[in-house]
């Protein structure tokens, strides 16, 4: 073996693909017992709805060379993402644009009115000033839409009142001053046509990459492990960096979210796929309904039940699925001290979202995998 690979997420597999397409042999543990990392999804035996087990994934980019290397393993449907957000009972458009302005005040103004109001009503406070995130908030777009659609989905994301949050969890608070609620910007956007997991298998699907599930690299009991392998050959770790080092440097806060997951006897339950709740009254902070995803599959879908998943937020313990990074001043100053000891490492390398503590959407995952590629490992 050439190389082991911890982690079978989107960064461990390109890293893989690309080292066995060059002749290397790979070895890819996983401690879950499923490839894929976060991306994995599966049919609901129930009804065949394809189910994203860890949270709705949109794939989009705008890199080339990105888009040229997944299109290597799949094609993508063209389905483009959308959100909306139910507001005292009241559905609007996100992000916020003129529609959803215009609907919120009862209005018919033009692009330039809307901007004029918004300026007008953010002047309460100054981005600079700012001294938490509420004020901040309000200084970007305003006290009503601020209260609206931010102050208290916010709050239950991160379970804490946004006066108590710092002011730099949010740079800018997108506002369109047209009619486009199209969520993400990018050249590319769709759905993996035959599901992430498809798309995933073809990945590791090389004679030269052998992945072994189910494999954790702290258990000394088998043979993949840390203590067993590090300086004996190459390594590119993509799991948790304060784990790897014992949590000397203190373990780094990380936000979780919880699941509900539920079958129901309706063929329509939100007509969309996400919806989010912007109100404090309603403990979950969003639904998906996966059928939406996938409307060309229709005819493979019951016409009589989908499924749903209610998404609940809060600060992950040492035993949770680590999501999004809270990224207080402490933990930064833990990062840099592991990225110190990282250094240290004879021939380990640290990537992914785990390996960095990022936030890192799937195309950045592949994007950063494929320059480790080049610019460290071939
Ligand atoms: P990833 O976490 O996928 O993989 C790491 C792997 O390492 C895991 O499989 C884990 O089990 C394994 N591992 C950890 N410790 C180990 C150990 N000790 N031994 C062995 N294996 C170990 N992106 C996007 O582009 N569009 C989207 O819509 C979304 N949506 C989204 C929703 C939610 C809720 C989250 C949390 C994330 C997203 N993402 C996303 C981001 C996407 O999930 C992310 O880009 C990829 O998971 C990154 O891949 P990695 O390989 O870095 O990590």
Redesign the pocket.
């Known amino acids: 073996m050439d190389l082991l690979v ?9 890293i893989a693909e690309r080292a066995a397409a060059s002749g290397l042999t790979v070895t890819v ?4 017992d ?7 999804s599966e049919d609901d035996p129930a009804t065949g709805i394809e189910v ?1 087990r ?8 705008s890199n080339p060379a990105v888009w040229e290397y997944v299109n290597r393993f799949t094609t993508f449907t063209d389905y483009v ?1 959308r959100v909306y957000t139910n507001h005292k009972g009241i559905v609007f458009p996100l992000p916020i644009n003129l529609g959803t302005i215009n609907q919120f005040f009862n209005a018919a103004y033009s692009p330039d009115e809307a901007k004029a109001l918004v300026h007008e009503l953010a002047g309460e406070f100054d981005t600079k000033d700012a001294a938490n995130l509420e004020e901040k908030g309000i200084a970007l777009i305003g006290r009503p839409l601020y209260e609206a659609f931010i102050r208290d989905y916010t709050a239950k994301q991160w379970q804490t009142d946004p006066k108590n949050l710092p002011a730099e969890v949010i740079s800018r608070l997108p506002v369109r001053y047209n009619y486009d609620n199209r969520y993400f910007n990018d050249t590319w956007e769709g759905l993996p046509t035959d599901g992430y997991t498809a798309w995933i298998e073809r990945m590791a699907d090389h004679p030269n990459i052998e992945v072994k599930l189910s ?5 000394e009991s088998q043979p993949f492990n840390k203590r067993a392998t590090v300086g004996q050959l190459p390594i590119v ?4 960096v304060d ?2 080092f014992d949590y000397t440097e203190g373990a780094l806060s990380w936000r979780t ?1 919880d699941f509900e997951r539920e079958v129901l006897d309706v063929g329509d339950f939100q007509g969309t796929s996400v919806m989010n709740y912007a109100d404090a009254d309603i403990p979950y902070t969003r639904i998906h309904e996966f059928k939406h995803f996938h409307p060309e599959r229709a005819d493979r879908h019951p016409a009589d039940k989908t499924i749903i998943m209610r ?1 609940f937020s809060r600060f992950a313990t040492r035993e949770d ?4 990074p809270v990224n207080t001043s402490q933990d930064r100053a833990g990062l840099l001290a592991y990225r110190e000891l990282a250094k240290g490492e004879q021939d380990v390398l640290f ?6 503590y990022q ?8 994007g950063s ?1 494929l320059s480790m590629w080049h610019n460290q490992l071939a």
């Open positions: 911890v982690g079978s997420g989107f960064f461990g597999l390109t543990i996983d401690r879950r499923h490839i894929g990392g976060n991306a994995f994203h860890y949270g709705a994934h949109l794939f989009h980019t993402h494999t954790d690299f702290f258990d770790y993509t799991g948790p784990r790897y979210l998404e699925e680590p999501y999004y990537g992914g979202r785990l390996g960095t936030y890192l959407d799937m195309h950045m995952a592949i995998a």
